[in-house]
C-alpha cells in the first residue's frame, strides 16, 4: 500500500466546474505538498501547508493532520488547469508522493 | 532568475551502456534531489545531497546508479550497465535550508526532467 494516495485517479470536469482531488497519507509527515505536473512539462509547486488552509488565486490546498488527510479545490476550474496533480508528504528532507491525479478541463 | 535545469532533456542508449544526467541546480540552493518517475506513477526519491555530500542515498535501486555534486553546485547521476527498466524521467529538485527547523518546510524546485529510454 502506497503512503500516501489520492482520489480521484482521473478526473474528467467541464469549464466552470468545482474540483476536489483528495490525498490521504500514513506517514508521518512535516509538510504536505501539492504541486502541478504538465505533459511533457516539469512539476511546480502550488502549495506546502503543514496545518489549516492556503489559498492562491482559484486554487485552495487544506489539511486536516488528525484524520491524516488533505484536499486540493479548483474553483471555476478552466482548460488550462488541465494537468497532473500530485501530492506528496515531506519528512525532514524527503518527499515521498502520491501517484498523481490526471484532471482534464473541457471546453 | 533561473530556475532548476537539466541536460540533456531527452537520452535514448542501448541496453548495457552509461549514462550521465546532468542537473544545475538555483544559484544558492545548498539542498539538491534526484527522483525517478516511471509512466503512471508518481516520482520515487533516489539521493539528496546538502552541499557536496549525499546525506541520503537510500533511494538509489542499486549500485549501478552513483551521483556527485563535487563543488556543491551542479549535480551528475550516473547509470551503468543500463537496463530498459531503467527507462523513466529523472527528475532533479533543489532547495535553500532555513536556519531552523525541518528542511521539508522548505519548497523544492523541480527542473523539466531528463526522459531516459534504454532500447
Known amino acids: 500500500k502506497n503512503e500516501v494516495e489520492q482520489s480521484p485517479q482521473n478526473l474528467t470536469a467541464q469549464e466552470g466546474e468545482f474540483i476536489t482531488i483528495n490525498c490521504s497519507y500514513s506517514?508521518?509527515?512535516?509538510?504536505l505538498h501539492w504541486l502541478q505536473q504538465h505533459p511533457g512539462g516539469g512539476i511546480v509547486s502550488l502549495f506546502m501547508?503543514?496545518?489549516g488552509k492556503k489559498k492562491h488565486g482559484r486554487l485552495i490546498a487544506t489539511i486536516n493532520i488528525q484524520e491524516k488527510h488533505s484536499s486540493l479545490h479548483i474553483t471555476a476550474s478552466h482548460p488550462r488547469d488541465s494537468a497532473v496533480y500530485i501530492c506528496?508528504?515531506?519528512?525532514?528532507?524527503?518527499?515521498?508522493f502520491g501517484k498523481g491525479t490526471l484532471l482534464t478541463v473541457n471546453p | 532568475g533561473a530556475g532548476v535545469s537539466q541536460t540533456p532533456s531527452n537520452k535514448v542508449t542501448e541496453k548495457g551502456k552509461y549514462v550521465e544526467l546532468r542537473c544545475d541546480p538555483i544559484?544558492?540552493?545548498?539542498?539538491l534531489y534526484w527522483y525517478r518517475q516511471s509512466l503512471g506513477q508518481g516520482p520515487e526519491f533516489l539521493i539528496y545531497?546538502?552541499?557536496?555530500?549525499?546525506?541520503?542515498d537510500s533511494g538509489l535501486p542499486n549500485d549501478r546508479f552513483f551521483a556527485v555534486r563535487p563543488e556543491g553546485s551542479v549535480s551528475t547521476l550516473k547509470i551503468q550497465r543500463t537496463e530498459r527498466g531503467d527507462s523513466a524521467v529523472y527528475l532533479c529538485?533543489?532547495?535553500?535550508?532555513?536556519?531552523?527547523?525541518?528542511?521539508?518546510?522548505?519548497?523544492?524546485?523541480f527542473g523539466p526532467g531528463t526522459r531516459l529510454t534504454v532500447l
Open positions: 529538485a533543489s532547495s535553500r535550508p532555513t536556519s531552523g527547523g525541518p528542511s521539508s518546510y522548505n519548497e523544492q524546485f
Open positions: 506517514v508521518g509527515i512535516s509538510a
Open positions: 501547508l503543514s496545518s
Open positions: 506528496a508528504g515531506g519528512s525532514n528532507y524527503k518527499l515521498t
Open positions: 544559484s544558492g540552493h545548498t539542498a
Open positions: 545531497f546538502q552541499g557536496t555530500g549525499a546525506a541520503d
